[in-house]
């Protein structure tokens, strides 16, 4: 992990890439001593309040991959805010063991050193065209996704 500076706090890069650590090793004592005690954790699954339901989301999104990898693909800081731009690969346990990969932005804002908020986006349809599997979810998934993109046309 990225040492803390004398000052008690680490810069909000280091703090940003301690918390894709802690992810990635599914260290949830450590991701969570990076959120402050009241931080909201607001997601297409809703927003989760405070260290225990931000710490019970992780728990339900580690049971549904056996394996995950988080990383960084671009990062900017500017006062007490951040934007992270992520690219994450998994197997999914509930998608019948299927890889999925995924890309989405996280934007932070710091308090006291510590995480205050943080708002995730991500491409869900995406993540669902991958691990589908009947016939008829996959029928409905890309009639979705064909539908979207002949709006592009």
């Not at 225990?52 to 049971?63: A, D, G, L, V």
């Not at 890309?103 to 491409?123: A, R, S, T």
Request: glycine share 10%; proline share 1%; net charge neutral.
């Amino acid at each position: 992990m990225v040492s803390l500076e004398s000052g008690g706090h680490a810069p909000i890069k280091s703090i940003i890439l301690n918390i894709l650590e802690a992810y990635n090793k599914k260290d949830l004592t450590s991701l969570l001593s990076f959120f402050a005690d009241d931080a909201a954790y607001i997601r297409s699954e809703g927003t989760f309040r405070g260290k225990e339901e931000i710490k019970r989301y992780y728990t339900w999104s580690y049971s549904n991959y056996s394996e995950v990898s988080l990383t960084e693909t671009a990062l900017i800081v500017e006062g007490d805010r951040a934007v992270l731009e992520w690219a994450l690969e998994g197997t999914s346990v509930r998608g019948g063991g299927k890889k999925a990969q995924l890309q989405g932005l996280d934007i932070f804002e710091f308090k006291n050193g510590k995480v205050q908020e943080v708002h995730i986006y991500q491409d869900r349809l995406l993540v669902a065209k991958q691990l589908v599997s009947g016939w008829f979810e996959k029928k409905i998934i890309n009639g979705v996704v064909n539908r979207m993109e002949k709006g592009l046309r």
